[in-house]
């Protein structure tokens, strides 16, 4: 990876990481990944001795609402980018007694042929995440556990009692305006649970604040 670069966000451990390209008149090339740039230059805590056992990338139609998804047994550190397209991006800590229970936090994120700079939206164990495209995208993700049906949750991406108070306002009048009238988004995202639910949900004793063994 060439020229990484972390940069903090307003959620806890979520970080911005930026990696730019070569370029000349033929195109590009870059290192989207690279282990030890990612998992121990970037000094993010939780990282070390991890690595990526999944890769996954999901294609999606401008105007489609994935998410709120976030997995237990075993836990998964996420980096997530858009390959080619436009979003935005959503994290919501779903962390028992954590002091930001429930507040949602956004990122654009954006990627075409023409860029020479890249980034990871980095997200721990903790936060459940999804985006809403806002043109045709195909997305990435790393994963450091294996995909598990039984050990996965799901939050309602419209759900009410999401606390919008630390989002930016722009992204989330575009979000929330889109994602209502939306025909694109599962049943399964439709109609899966809001915060208050999770709250007493006893799976949430796996996200316990400060005391995620991940």
Sequence with gaps: MFNVKVAPTLAQDVKLISYDAFTDHRGFFTE???????????????????????????????????????????????????????????????????PTFSLAYMFELKSSLKDTSFQWLYLPPGYAYGFLTLEDSLIQYLLTGEYNQQGEVSICPLAEDINWSKADNDLKSVYIKLAKVTKNISEKDKNSINLTDWSHDSRIKYFTHGNIKA
């Design 32 to 98: 989207p990944y690279r282990k030890s740039d990612l998992f121990e230059k970037t000094n993010i805590s939780g990282l070390k001795n991890k690595q990526v056992v999944q890769i996954n990338e999901s294609f999606s139609v401008k105007h489609t609402v994935r998410g709120l998804h976030f997995q237990y047994d075993p836990y998964q550190h996420k980096f997530s980018r858009p390959v080619i397209g436009h979003i935005i991006a959503l994290a919501v800590d779903v962390r028992k007694n954590s």
